[in-house]
Structure formats: C-alpha cells, structure tokens
C-alpha cells in the first residue's frame, strides 16, 4: 500500500518554524515527509535537516520523497524520544528548530493490516514500531480489567470505561479477542444504544486509548519535551501538532513551565528559587486549520499548533 498522509496545518507550520536556510531542522515525527519537504526546500546547500520516525514503512517513503535533498537530509529510524542521542552521534548538539506531528498517520489508520482502525476487521496490532512484541492483542487479552478500565478511562475519556472493561473481560474468557472488528462489537454491546446514535463511534476512544498506552504516547511527549527545547539554539522554534486534549494539555503546560519556571510563593517581593525562564510561548492560544483545510482533510479538524521559541 501506497504511504499517503496529507499534512495537516502545513503552511502554519512552515511560518512557525521560520526556517533559515542555513540551519539545522529536526522532524520527530517524520512520516511521509510532507512537513520535511517544505523545509528541504527552504535550505540552502550548508542547510540540514534530520528525520526521524520508528515506522518503517514511513522511512521507506519519506526516503523516496526526500531522494532529492540526500546531501543535506538525514533519515533516522528511531523514536524521538532519543532525538538528543541521536543527534550528538552525528556530532549535532543544538538546532533551529524541531517539529512534531503527532498521533497516527492517514497511511496508518488506512492500511487494515496495521490495525489501528475500528471501521474494518483486520488483526488486533497498533504497534508504530513493527520491531515492538507486544501488540494491541496482548493489552487487550493480557491486562486486568482494572488495568483497561484505567487507560480507556484516562486516554480514550470514555464515560462507559467500567463496563467496556467488564465486557472485554468477559468476553475474552469465551474465546481470545484477535480482531479489531472482534473488540469493536464488544464495545458495541457495552454502550447504550441511543448513546451510540448520537456520539459517534462507539470504538473510536478505546481504540484510542489502547493505541497510546501500547506506544507510550504521552510518557513519550511528556518525557521528551524538556529535552528538546534544550536542543534548540537561540531564536530556534519547537512546533507541536496535537490531536486530541490529552497531548495538548501536555505540551500547553510543559511550554508555559519552560517559559516561567519560577516555583517562589506568590508574595515573595523577587524570585529565589533561580529557575530561569528558557524561552517563550509564542502561542497563546493554538493555531487551528481554516475552513477550507477541514472541509478537504476531515482528519484535520481536532489538529492543534503550539509554537515555543527559545531565548538563551
């Protein structure tokens, strides 16, 4: 299958990350390197650009996308989470600027084998990293159901997380759950069906919450993103595209930490604590996609920008 990803808010992206052509840009999320290819572009011959993503299939294709700018782009398979590692082995300690996009890619959520998706029957995996062993089958098979009634209760936010929980349990104890169609009747049963009529699918939010606890989505972004602003130079930019609350609750408030990291009691007439501010938000609210973006690309319309820019 053909890797297609449209770019959600490319051109925004582009802006925030005010790329000088003799700079050095890292995308930690690199996919089919629609983002990378803007900024390829803009870089001149003593430009460098470093991409980075666990996927394989999105190495092969941003490979290919990128044939053209191979004397100045760097692709890695890795996970961002070890961007700082990965960048000091090839002799980089500071860059202009990083960009993350992140979530589950069009290619990913299209290709049924991957089994990220909910709207057709196909193995249960969801693995980002194919090299990974455990898959979407071992949680949903392997964990307690106090342990699934947490992460669908935490990172999908569903309200009927007990008794989707209870019915995944129960079910599994008939025979093993294998199949994404399979977990989506479960979930079918366990919510009532004038909720289902009105609030969309049924699946999508434990879909979503199985896909982030097996990638270590959040502890990944919330781990990381310290580490990366401290990768930027002076002036340089980190732009973050989210899709749902739970990422852009993390990147909001990490970004205002790195901006006023004073811990001092408010009636304290000066600070003492000696934590220094790393920069600023350049965002103050996030930068949403126009109308016309939504309308072509549906999968755009929960996408969220924050930008931070570092001040040395």
Known sequence: ?????????????????????DGIYVDGTLGGAGHALRVCEKLSAKGRFIGIDQDQDAIIAASERLAAFSDKATIIRSNYCYMANELKARGIHHVDGILLDLGVSSYQLDNEERGFTYRTDAPLDMRMDQRQTQTASDIVNGYEEKELYRIIRDYGEDKFAKN????????????????????????????????????????????????????????VLRDSLDGMIDLLDDGGRICIITFHSLEDRIVKTIFRKNENPCT?????????????????????????????????NPRSKSAKLRIFERKL
């Open 1 to 21: 299958m053909e890797f297609k990803h449209k770019s959600v808010l490319l051109e925004e992206t582009i802006q925030g990350l005010r790329v000088r052509p």
């Open 164 to 219: 989707i929980a209870k019915h995944i349990v129960a079910a599994r104890q008939e025979a093993p759950i294998e199949t994404t169609g399979q977990l989506t009747e479960i979930i079918r049963h366990a919510i009532p069906m004038k909720i289902q009529a009105t609030g969309g699918h049924p699946a999508k939010r434990t879909f979503q919450a199985i896909r982030i606890e097996l990638n270590r989505e959040l502890e």
């Open 264 to 296: 001092c009691p408010p009636k304290l007439p000066v600070c003492v604590c000696g934590n220094k501010s790393k920069g600023t938000v350049v965002t103050r609210k996030p930068i949403l996609p126009g109308e016309q973006e939504m309308e072509e």
